[in-house]
């Protein structure tokens, strides 16, 4: 009997180390063999998750949260991200939590940092728009995106950072780019990947930007109290002589039915700063946050 045959949504008892959901609900093992009905695959409009998810880690990736931090400069300040990736168009199965086939994603995401505690004293805004075509097959997916990025710095930063010369007031930054992205799960709540992208217009000198990383959290949907996960990404710009930052994330995560994520913990970031409008401008974070992951 399937979960949607059980008049009640009662929480059973975890069977040879797999978590049941519902009454009556099969273990779903996503490394394992597929079911008769996970390996029909068809044409889907807007399919409700992800083939390929967006690195838990990743300093610019689209999903929405906020992350409070202390800096060897200015004290306490935030920085919020307010995006997602949603699937647009899927030909493959019909698995949440880990679908195979073909699949065309539209990701977004606009980056607010504040110069200060004050809510209000915004630094700096980024805008990021990409559209993902990935392919998932076993234990690995690959994308391929066209992502484009916008950047604009604010005055309020160059009259904390006094090196900022009135001139770049109105500085922009903008890079058009063709991510290659892969990505394996060498256990269940494993995965690492790599991604390069290039740049065919770019405000930077160089055209080439890489990261890669890994990162612990569970597939399944976890139960109240949730499972503890961890990330750490290295992200790397040509522009930059090969330098970058080192960020990484722990705490505790909820996953739910539908595949998303809801993480809090803290976080540490090393190297350049998140934003693109300032290339040049190195800084060492240590703070807390809370993400919704898609």
């Known amino acids: 009997m399937g979960w949607w045959a059980v008049p009640c949504g009662l929480v059973d008892q975890p069977v040879s180390g797999q978590e049941r959901v519902f009454v009556g609900a099969s273990p779903f093992d996503p490394f394992g063999d597929h079911s008769t009905t996970s390996e029909i695959r068809r044409l889907q409009l807007f399919p409700e998750s992800l083939i390929y998810h967006p690195y838990l880690a990743g300093p610019r990736e689209p999903r929405t949260g906020i992350q409070f931090f202390a800096n060897e400069e200015n004290g306490w300040s ?10 647009i168009v899927r030909y493959g199965t019909y698995d949440a939590f880990r679908p195979m086939g073909i699949q065309l994603d539209i990701a977004g995401a606009a980056q607010f940092r504040s110069a200060d505690a004050d809510v209000l004293d915004i630094a700096s805004t980024d805008l990021r728009l990409g559209f993902p075509l990935t392919i998932g097959w076993g234990t690995q997916e690959t994308k391929l995106e066209l992502c484009f990025v916008r950047a604009d710095l604010t005055g309020i930063f160059a009259d904390i950072q006094h090196d900022i010369q009135q001139d770049d007031l109105s500085r922009t930054f903008e890079r058009q780019a063709i991510l290659l992205g892969h990505s394996v799960h ?3 709540k494993l995965r690492i990947y790599g991604e390069a ?10 055209q080439w930007e890489f990261q890669f990383g890994a990162e612990y959290a569970p597939v399944m949907p976890t139960r109240l109290w949730g499972a ?13 002589n090969y330098s970058g930052n080192v960020t990484a994330h722990a705490g505790w995560c909820w996953r739910g ?6 993480r809090g913990g803290l976080f540490y970031s090393n190297g350049l700063t998140s934003s693109p409008v300032l290339p040049d401008h190195n800084e060492q974070l240590v703070g807390f946050g809370i993400w919704r992951d898609f």
């Open 78 to 87: 935030w920085f919020s991200t307010v995006g997602g990736q949603l699937g």
């Open 186 to 188: 060498l256990a269940e």
């Open 197 to 206: 992208g290039y740049a065919f217009n770019t405000d930077a000198d160089g």
């Open 228 to 240: 503890p996960f961890a990330a750490v990404n290295v992200y790397l710009l040509e522009a930059g």
């Open 257 to 262: 039915r539908n595949a998303r994520l809801l």
